[in-house]
Every structure is written in structure tokens, then in C-alpha cells.
């Protein structure tokens, strides 16, 4: 079946209409259990006082989200509007030295915030991993830079790094975290990049433009090394047309989208209800249902945020970050489930890729697969819920291999092509939804906890059978249909299909073309065409 295969207009009308029903019936249940709920003892230490007039509490159990948009969003402004400051300075007066101002603006930024020793403790990595790029030996280079990460993992290699931060900064754990695994991570793509080059190798202080700049050190999106040294150092820095109305319209977005936020936390308790068992076996299915979805939904609204905010900083710069994930309302696929893309980008080259070829095998998938969610077990920190998430998302992940080689075989292959393409994509709509559930419930493992993640599947596939199951894959069926609708549009606008040929002349339109009498023609425009 092609992607630009269509269905009925009335039909998809028809699928957009349940979908709308079904997404604000579930909201009504959410907000019925978020109100009746709003003064359990549970929920004393995330639902706090909000807009008083209104008489509505919100919903702060997100560290990370009030860390960015409340507590500390003036230290983080100030931060952010200090770096666009200073480039706007340096690349109008020496254009060629912006890297450079870069890298001295979050030096200088890293060292107020956490002190000289964090900093140093910082430089001995990235000499440490210099060191073994020069080496150019891949393997080497990449067993070095996990062995590092791992001692940000697990004792007492912890506590003894975690004595280099300084003061009594409330933020300093999370960014002595974020600043040291990007960190990592970002020396391994050098040197990995410098085993790659071939005449010569990279300058250290290469590497520490690249580490050093601010709007990526602490939270990322990581950017491969390859992609930042040509774009941070290319000298045209003369912009296309409409892209400062384009960034400032993003901008714009995002701060629409801080506010949608805030504004659903005040009714919608959808991170801290998941938290309370006792409260969720009493709740409706379609508040089960509603909650684990609307649950991944927001996790990719606050990366496509926060990484948003980072990315129009970093766009000012003339950079070409990575772009947000892909929503959980616009994927069917384990192939294209990632909730940070730069993250996704680097395992995809350096491992993924790297091991898979063309992932036509199915060994060399399980072993691709295998190797990249063995990266990201340590890069998340090895746990119950993240071993848990792996395996199954791994599983997934060469499930999907394993079924499309099998549904490519005889006699279904030639099943396919003689069905219509339309009655094709209602048939894969249906192995796409059961699809979709497997995400949802193997990704609110991470996100949530098991518990919730066993309790929604209790309730979706034994307690609520048949008909709580038949309807929720019903709607969730729709919204694979509309999904597939975008999808085949946007094919539409990348691929167009070619015009049809010009209808053949008639008989009579042929015999009567030359009696008609030729315009006249000027013969220096005869001689010119």
C-alpha cells in the first residue's frame, strides 16, 4: 500500500468527529475526578494553591516543568538573554570569533553557577576522552565514554563527583546531572567523529566550543559534533528570507504553549492522579484511558517546549538544532517513538545505523537494537522501570521487522496488490491500532510507574472486555486513520504525482488543424526562439 492512498472525504469527517467526542468525553471524566479529588491527604504535596479567585489548585507534581516556567525561570531568562546578547554583539563586530565567544560566555556561565571545581572536574573529562580520540580507535573511544557515564550512575563514583559542586544553589543536583551526562555524551560523538577524519585531528579547543555552549550544556538537545563545527564556524551568516518572522513566530508558539499548560494543571490533575492506586481503582475506564494518554501527550508538549525555548536561542545563533519529537498523536511505529531527538539522532548514527545497515536483517537488527537501548538503559540509569521499558521497546522494535518481513512473503504480498489501496489502509489501520497501545502502555512504564502501567492494561483488556476494549480501539482506530490522512497529505506536498498526459486529438480537430490560418510571427522572435 502507498502512503498516498485515500479514503472518502465523509469518512474522514467521520473519524475526526469521533475522535473529538472521544478525546473531550475522556477530559470530562479527568476533570470530574481532579475536582472531587483536589483535597486527598495523597495529594497534599502536588496539588498546590493556584488561582484562588477561581477557587482551583494545580497540578505541580513536574519538578522539571516548574523548575523551567516557575521557580527558576528568571535565573534560566537571565542566562539564555545574557548569551543572545553577547552573540548579537560578537557577530556583528567579528563574525569569525563567535564560536569562540560562545564557548567564554559558558565557561563563565557554568563557572558562576557551580563553581570553579565543577568545572574542572568537567575539563578532566573532556582531556580524558581528547586523549583517547587521538587514538582513533572506535571501539576504544566508545567503551571509554560509557565507562565515564557510568561513573555518574553508580556508587561511590557519584559521591565522589558529586563533592566538586559547590554552594548551596538549590538547582546545583539536577545541574551537575544534566551538565555532566550531556557532557559526556557530547566528547563521545568528537571523538568518534575525529576516529572518522582522516587527515589530521581536531584541536581540543574544538571540543570545548563544542561542550561549552550554554543554551545546550545543562539541558541539551545534543547536536553530533559534525553538524555544530561546520555550522558554528561557517562565515555567511546572511539569513532566509522570512526566518527571523519564522523564529519569533515559534517563539510565540511556545509561549502559547507554556500558558495551555498552566492553564490544564489548574483542571486536569494528570500527573499526580497516576501516583494514587487507591484513588485510580475506583476511576472510570475512560478516566484510565484519558490518563495514560494525555499522560505521553504532555511529555512530548514539555520536550517540544523545553527544547523549543533552547532551539530559538540556539536558531538566533544561526545554528540548526534538532527538531522536537514527534508527537504521540501523530505515531503508530516503535521506529519513530523518541521523546528527545537529539538523543534519537546521536544513538541512530553512532550505534543504531552504525550496527543495523540497512535493517533488512534480522540479526543485525536484534543486535543493532539490542546495543542502543543497552546505551540508553545507561543513559536513563539502570532501574526496574527503565530495564522494563527497554525490553519491551526493544522487543517492539524487531517485532515490527519481524512482521513486515513475514506480511512481505507469498501469498500475502500478492493479497495486497490485488486489493484496492483504500481497503489496504483500513486493514493496516487495524494492525496500527493494536500497535499504538503497545506504546502507550510501554512507555507510560517510564514515564509513570509499572503499577499504573499493569493497572490501565488490566482495565483496557480483561476488566473492561469487550466493551470498553472494542470502543477504546474503535476511537484509537480513527485516530490512525487521521493520522494517516496527515501523512498522505504531507506525501502530497514533498512527492506531487505527475500531471496526466494531455488527451489524444480527435479525427476531425486533427483534419481541421491545417486549414486554419497561421498567426503571424515576427521573425526576429522566430530566429530568438
Not at 538547582?171 to 572518522?196: D, K, P, Q, W
Not at 514539555?302 to 504521540?328: E, Q
Amino acid at each position: 500500500m502507498g502512503i498516498k492512498a485515500a479514503l472518502p472525504k465523509y469518512e474522514i469527517y467521520f473519524y475526526n468527529t469521533v475522535l473529538c467526542l472521544a478525546m473531550f468525553w475522556a477530559s470530562s471524566w479527568i476533570f470530574d475526578l481532579s475536582s472531587s479529588s483536589a483535597n486527598r491527604k495523597t495529594f497534599k504535596t502536588s496539588v498546590k494553591p493556584g488561582w484562588y479567585y477561581f477557587g482551583r489548585k494545580m497540578d505541580t507534581a513536574d519538578f522539571e516543568w516548574m523548575m523551567w516556567f516557575s521557580t527558576f525561570r528568571a535565573h534560566i531568562l537571565f542566562a539564555l538573554s545574557g548569551h543572545v546578547l553577547f552573540a548579537k554583539m560578537c557577530s556583528m563586530l567579528a563574525p569569525q570569533y563567535r564560536s569562540l565567544v560562545y564557548m567564554v560566555y559558558g565557561l563563565l556561565a557554568v563557572w558562576t553557577s557551580m563553581g570553579w571545581t565543577y568545572v574542572t572536574l568537567i575539563l578532566s573529562h573532556c582531556i580524558l576522552l581528547y586523549s583517547i580520540s587521538l587514538v582513533k580507535v572506535r571501539w576504544l573511544c566508545f567503551v571509554t565514554g560509557l565507562c565515564t557515564l557510568a561513573t555518574f550512575k553508580c556508587e561511590p563514583f557519584v559521591s565522589w563527583q558529586t563533592g566538586f559542586v559547590e554552594g548551596d544553589f538549590e538547582l546545583r543536583h539536577v545541574l551537575f546531572y544534566g551538565g555532566c551526562g550531556f557532557t559526556i555524551m557530547r566528547c563521545m560523538s568528537f571523538a568518534l567523529e575525529n576516529c572518522e577524519r582522516k587527515d589530521g585531528n581536531y584541536n581540543i579547543l574544538e571540543l570545548l566550543k563544542y561542550n561549552f555552549y550554554l543554551p545546550f550544556f545543562y539541558f541539551g538537545p545534543i547536536m553530533t559534533f559534525d553538524k555544530f563545527h561546520i555550522q558554528a564556524n561557517k562565515s555567511d551568516l546572511t539569513r532566509k528570507e522570512r526566518e527571523m518572522w519564522n523564529i519569533s513566530l515559534q517563539g510565540l508558539i511556545h509561549l502559547g504553549a507554556i500558558i495551555v499548560v498552566d492553564v490544564l494543571f489548574h483542571f486536569l490533575y494528570i500527573l499526580t492522579i497516576p501516583t494514587d492506586l487507591r484513588l485510580l481503582k475506583h476511576a472510570s475506564d475512560w478516566a484510565l484511558v484519558g490518563l495514560a494518554y494525555f499522560n505521553l501527550v504532555y511529555d512530548w508538549v514539555k520536550a517540544a517546549v523545553m527544547f523549543g525555548v533552547i532551539n530559538t536561542v540556539s536558531r538566533l545563533d544561526h545554528l540548526d538544532p534538532p527538531k522536537p519529537p514527534k508527537c504521540i498523536t501523530m505515531l503508530y511505529v516503535f521506529a519513530e517513538t523518541h521523546f528527545d531527538r537529539g538523543i534519537n539522532e546521536w544513538l541512530c548514527k553512532y550505534v543504531y545505523d552504525y550496527l543495523g545497515g540497512k535493517h533488512e536483517n534480522v540479526v543485525q537488527e536484534l543486535v543493532a537494537t539490542l546495543c542502543t537501548f543497552g546505551v540508553t538503559i545507561l543513559w536513563l540509569g539502570p532501574c526496574e522501570a527503565v530495564l522494563v521499558w527497554a525490553f519491551f521497546n526493544c522487543f517492539g522494535l524487531n517485532f515490527e521487522l519481524w512482521t513486515a518481513k513475514f506480511f512481505s512473503m507469498e501469498p500475502f504480498a500478492s493479497f495486497e496488490m490485488a486489493m484496492p489501496e483504500a481497503t489496504s489502509r483500513r486493514i493496516r489501520a487495524v494492525f496500527n491500532t493494536l500497535n499504538f497501545w503497545t506504546i502507550v502502555l510501554y512507555n507510560i512504564l517510564a514515564l509513570n510507574s509499572l503499577d499504573f502501567a499493569k493497572l490501565v492494561a488490566k482495565r483496557l483488556l480483561l476488566k473492561g472486555f469487550p466493551i470498553t476494549t472494542i470502543i477504546v480501539m474503535f476511537v484509537t482506530y480513527c485516530l490512525i486513520q487521521v493520522i494517516k490522512e496527515s501523512e498522505r497529505k504531507q506525501a502530497l506536498i514533498d512527492d506531487p504525482d505527475p500531471l496526466p498526459p494531455a488527451p489524444p486529438q480527435s479525427a476531425a480537430t486533427a483534419a481541421a488543424a491545417p486549414t486554419a490560418a497561421p498567426p503571424a510571427v515576427d521573425p526576429s522572435k522566430e530566429k530568438a526562439e
